[in-house]
């Protein structure tokens, strides 16, 4: 047993002991007695023997209570006390768990006893009126905080936020959050790098919501979202809504079920399922859509490997882009039905490849320029089983080149589909096209399959 300090001293009643009390015997009721009525007074909690004290930060991981002491991890299997915020350091008194199984094996199991000191060093109170944060304030430290639907938050140029790994700075009501190209607005992780931190949540943030001139390890709209300008992101989740962005730049770009419009934007990867995209005069260097649309229109993709992926049903417009990465692929799955024209692909290495495409219609890629005149490397690019539409093809870059010669009509068009060359094995091993760059430039120089 194990009481607290502080205990106050309750007096037994006069008849609680027996006549050998009285004569400096044991008495068989006045110790339970004492016990029960330190228990019911709150003072004494019973704690098994068993039992051990570890201290470390509450963290999460794979839906489990997570914590790290003496170089040991643990997993918080029940608690018997409130539990603190994740992020907070704390010291709990725990037992080994009695628990038959471990959802996250993620080290020893323990049952929580008591909370002995909690230390919570960021804010988590929600915002509820009118509130200011300005440079002199930070770095602000937050863990969960949401800013309420009546509420408005005002972040200043020059001010820094930090949001813990377990936190989030939920935006219900509106924010304004406007630096300026000198001092911009900071949303940071608690690593030296920024990253690490809980996301900036715009979830249906009300009208007068801006964004701009500002920086954030981690962006979530969900429902009808602001514009935002100037936004430099490593990630923007967008659910179940949709955002304008422009003249910005994203590390990565995903959608559910939402509409994204990018303008004048540096976009790493990008993609969707159930999405809209329009993306214009950006920067990309893999786009991926499932059961998606997308309208991309003079944008470009660069980097050492890009790709356009298509699956389920999906589609879109594909006009005056321009394919630079030193290896691009183009794969089409099951009913995905594309169309590029004017694009100019001048990657030195170009795959068009078919995946458990379950369409005969034509994919339609007229006047593209393919770095060539020659017919027959034009076709090495198209991989067998791909019903792809090539003719006519411009003669040179798209910036007003002229098409080819030939034009055949929709019935010749349809004689004249590129059969293309044969399927890589390294295609075949590596579905997700995560190959050597060696591989695929062989895939290129495949000889054409004949017409």
């Known amino acids: 047993m194990r009481c607290n300090s502080s205990v106050p001293a309750v007096p ?54 997570l914590l790290s002491s003496g170089g040991r991890n643990y997993e918080l299997v029940s608690w018997h006390a409130t539990v603190p915020p994740l992020g907070s350091f704390v010291t709990l008194r725990v037992r080994n768990s009695r628990s038959a199984a471990s959802v996250c094996m993620a080290g020893r199991m323990v049952d929580v006893l008591r909370v002995v000191r909690v230390v919570t060093d960021f804010r988590t109170t929600p915002v509820t009126g009118s509130e200011t944060w300005t440079p002199d304030q930070g770095p602000i430290v937050l863990g969960k905080v949401e800013v309420v639907p009546t509420a408005t938050l005002t972040i200043l140029p020059g001010t820094t936020v930090r949001i813990v790994g377990y936190g989030e700075l939920r935006v219900r009501g509106t924010l304004q ?16 790098d920024g990253q690490g931190g809980g996301p900036l ?4 943030a009300r009208e007068g919501t801006r964004v701009a001139f500002a920086s954030v390890a981690a962006l979530s709209v969900l429902g009808p979202g602001p514009g935002l300008e100037h936004l430099s992101a490593s990630g ?30 540096d976009l790493g990867l990008v993609d969707g399922i159930y999405g809209e995209f329009e993306l214009a005069r950006s920067t990309l260097s893999g786009l991926t859509l499932s059961y998606s649309h997308a309208s991309v229109q003079e944008c470009r993709f660069t980097g050492a490997r890009s790709y356009v992926l298509f699956h389920g049903q999906s589609g879109g417009t594909f006009e005056r882009n321009s394919f630079l990465a030193e290896e691009t692929e183009v794969v089409l799955r099951h009913l995905s039905n594309p169309s590029f024209h004017n694009n100019d692909f001048l990657s030195p290495s170009t795959q068009v490849v078919c995946e458990s495409y379950q369409l005969t219609t034509c994919i339609g890629m007229e006047q593209n320029w393919w770095g060539t005149t020659d017919e027959s490397q034009i076709t090495a690019h198209f991989t067998a089983g791909c019903p792809v539409c090539y003719v006519p093809w411009l003669t040179g870059p798209s910036g007003g080149a002229a098409p080819s010669p030939f034009v055949p009509s929709r019935s010749q068009r349809a004689g004249r589909l590129s059969r293309g060359a044969p399927l890589p094995s390294s295609r075949l091993a590596d579905p997700y096209g995560l190959r050597s760059s060696t591989s695929l430039r062989a895939s290129v120089s495949v000889p054409a399959a004949a017409r």
């Open 177 to 192: 959050m406007v630096g300026t190209p000198a001092e911009s607005v900071r949303i940071t992780g608690p690593s030296a």
């Open 12 to 65: 037994l009643p006069l008849n609680a002991g027996s006549r050998r009390e009285k004569r400096g015997a044991p008495s068989r009721l006045g110790v339970p007695l004492l016990l029960a009525t330190l228990l019911a007074a709150g003072s004494c909690q019973l704690l098994p023997f068993d039992s051990f004290t570890i201290s470390g930060r509450l963290e999460s991981g794979f839906g489990c209570t």
């Open 236 to 265: 923007i989740m967008v659910v179940e809504g949709s955002v304008t962005i422009r003249n910005s730049v994203a590390r990565f770009v995903s959608a559910y079920n939402a509409t994204v419009t990018a303008d004048s934007v």
């Open 201 to 204: 949540v715009l979830d249906a």
